[in-house]
């Protein structure tokens, strides 16, 4: 009987002892500071709430082993996040988003796709920083598959003009093409007629040195005829009358 409650007394002690060395890892690691970098889509608070998720999560010594994710699928324009150990109170979040060129509507949603035509996320909110095209609706969608358009032409333009608002430009409210391939540009009340996908480097340079100069003004701005040797533009204002440069 002694031995046994000697054997009991051992075990109560060991069992303290674990229980007061789990509290003290749990009390040194417990994550206080979290910064996240690669994020443009959520707040550093957001994604510390999608990322560090579970009561084991808070640990800056277990957060990398369980939230570091390759795939993200279940969350939206995030491809991959990878948690790092800072310090014992402080974790890194790196965030790998998926790179979107455009967004189309198709039914109650916009429909985000990359740089090969696939679609990528889609979503009941349009995001601002990426270019939006109207008259290009694609007839079926599947998430990871090429967007089912009837222009071949759609996706070649789509890059050489996310390529040109990536240089400091900035997207557009509305990108329309028709079904000639015919390309207007939306900036508040000002449309930019630039027709074909042709001389597009020449088109918006001319654009983007003028639109400052008829910021509050409504009109349309002409610059289907521009080519490398052509430079005249012409803005018809909502009056109709005709300004050329």
């Known amino acids: 009987m002694r031995e046994k409650k000697k054997r009991h007394r051992k075990a ?36 510390r709430k999608i990322v560090l998720r579970g009561p084991l999560a808070e640990n800056s010594v277990l957060a990398p082993l369980l939230c570091s994710r390759d795939r993200t699928e279940e969350i939206s324009f995030i491809d991959a996040v990878e948690v790092s150990y800072v310090k014992p109170h402080e974790v890194l979040i790196s965030v790998k988003e998926k790179q979107s060129i455009g967004c189309v509507r198709y039914l109650d949603c916009y429909v985000y796709f990359d740089r090969e035509g696939r679609a990528v996320e889609s979503s009941v909110e349009k995001n601002g920083d990426v270019p939006y095209y109207e008259g290009m609706e694609p007839e079926s969608v599947c998430l990871d598959q090429p967007l089912a358009l009837r222009s071949s032409q759609f996706l070649d333009t789509a890059v050489s003009l996310y390529q040109i608002f990536q240089t400091g430009l900035g997207s557009p409210d509305q990108i ?61 204002n909502a009056e109709g009358a005709i300004r050329k440069n």
Request: glycine share 8%; proline share 1%.
């Open 176 to 236: 329309q093409m028709d079904e000639k391939s015919m390309l207007t540009l939306t900036y508040g009340q000002i449309q930019v007629k630039l027709g074909k996908d042709r001389y597009l480097d020449d088109k918006m340079a001319r654009m983007q040195a003028i639109l400052p100069i008829l910021e509050g003004q409504k009109g349309t701005l002409h610059l289907e005829n521009i080519t490398s040797e052509r430079k005249t533009i012409t803005f018809e």
């Open 12 to 47: 109560g002690l060991i069992c303290l002892v674990v229980l007061g060395a789990l509290l003290g890892f749990w009390s040194a690691f417990r994550i206080q500071e979290v910064s996240v970098v690669g994020s443009t889509h959520y707040s550093e608070e957001q994604i």
